[in-house]
């Protein structure tokens, strides 16, 4: 088993020096997972942020080999879960079909005071033949 933490150049940066965005851990039979951290977005609405995060994720994902039908995981924070429904609207368009497993919870604050949602993924990654 290999691991690898990245920022991917094609991917919008992080935030902060102190956290790589993915982190890959390539298995034995060339499959992999990879496990996104946290990402917030600038907007002035929770589905503006959500749909922005979601583009953040696809393109992490991507620079990866992965799309967002890879997710298996998700963990979504909102800091108003009267919002959910903004939420999950976007991520549905976003993540059509069967659902991958989650959680939902509402927090104080993100790690920026203007973000509204957050979001961490994990992807499953199958083997290149």
């Known amino acids: 088993m290999e691991i690898t933490l990245d920022n991917p150049p094609s991917a919008p940066q992080p935030l902060s020096p102190y956290y790589s965005q993915v982190a890959r851990v390539q298995l034995s039979d060339g499959s992999a997972l990879l496990y996104l951290s ?24 991507a620079a990866h080999g992965a799309t967002l039908a890879d997710i298996i995981n998700i963990r979504t924070y909102l800091t108003d879960i009267t919002k959910l429904h903004e939420y999950g609207a976007v991520r549905t368009r976003f993540l059509p079909g069967t659902p991958p497993t989650s959680m939902t919870m509402e927090v104080p604050k993100l790690f920026q005071p203007q973000a509204m949602v957050e979001v961490e993924v994990v992807a499953a990654v199958p083997a290149r033949g």
Not at 39 to 61: P, Y
């Open 38 to 61: 946290g990402q917030i977005a600038e907007g002035a609405t929770v589905t503006d942020q959500s749909r922005a995060v979601f583009e953040t994720i696809a393109a992490l994902l």
